[in-house]
């Protein structure tokens, strides 16, 4: 009777739920990339091949800056939108739409131009 009084005060069931460790030993998880499919297998492959940013996500530091040599910003359409910080102590980011073709001068002074690359074809993504 107590035993049972156990069981319901804590919720335990008659039928214990066992699992043997050689069993689970022998599975393994799979591997992501052949779960993949589409632009996230683009990205893992791209950085199994050694590419970490393979969609330009990651921040660039101000190059030069100057009209001649101005600071490249990679984007895979004709347009993108650009945040300058122009000062290190800046609470702010200033946003500009950066063109092909049409290298841009931000309020500090610094030069931007885009560099158009390639996207994806979305019918010629990996499967
Ligand atoms: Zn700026």
Redesign the pocket.
């Known amino acids: 009777m107590a035993s049972l009084l156990v069981r319901r005060a804590f919720n335990v069931s008659r039928r214990d739920f066992h699992l043997c460790a050689p069993v689970m030993s022998k599975k393994t998880m799979p591997d992501p990339i052949d779960h993949a499919t589409g632009l996230e297998k683009y990205e893992l492959l791209a950085k199994q091949a050694g590419n970490d940013d393979p969609f330009f996500l990651k921040a660039v530091k101000r190059g030069k800056g100057t009209k001649a040599e101005p600071t490249i910003v990679n984007a895979m359409d004709t347009y993108r939108s650009v945040g300058?910080v122009?000062n290190e102590e800046d609470t702010n980011i200033?946003w500009m739409w950066l063109c092909e073709g049409v290298p841009k001068r931000?309020?500090?002074g610094?030069w931007f131009e885009l560099k158009v690359h390639p996207a994806p074809e979305k019918f010629n993504l990996p499967l």
């Open positions: 300058c122009c200033k931000c309020e500090c610094y």
